[in-house]
């Protein structure tokens, strides 16, 4: 009986396509939120799904952008308060 995954499991299909999805959900919340995590986040997951080839070109690359834009968003209301942090 064995307990955990096999340690040679391949990547599916399934999971890239995950992976670029949720890249573009947590970049779409992190325009609103939390935007110095959810930003990276985004990136890294879009990255790695577009590297591993996932059927989501689209979603990945949406992802990726939102990611980027997120860091913008932060960079532009760090700059207009003169702060390290923002807040409304």
Do not use: E, H
């Not at 890239?16 to 949720?22: E, I, L, P, Q």
């Not at 990945?60 to 980027?68: F, K, R, S």
């Amino acid at each position: 009986m064995q307990l955990t995954a096999p340690a040679t499991r391949q990547t599916t299909a399934r999971d890239t396509d995950g992976m670029a999805v949720a890249s573009f959900i947590l970049g779409l919340v992190g325009l609103l939120v939390l935007n110095v995590f959810l930003g990276p986040i985004a990136i890294a997951l879009a990255s790695a799904a577009l590297w591993r080839g996932t059927a989501r070109k689209g979603r990945a690359y949406l992802g990726l952008g939102l990611g980027i834009a997120d860091l913008l968003v932060l960079v532009a209301f760090m700059l207009a308060d003169n702060t390290v942090s923002w807040s409304f």
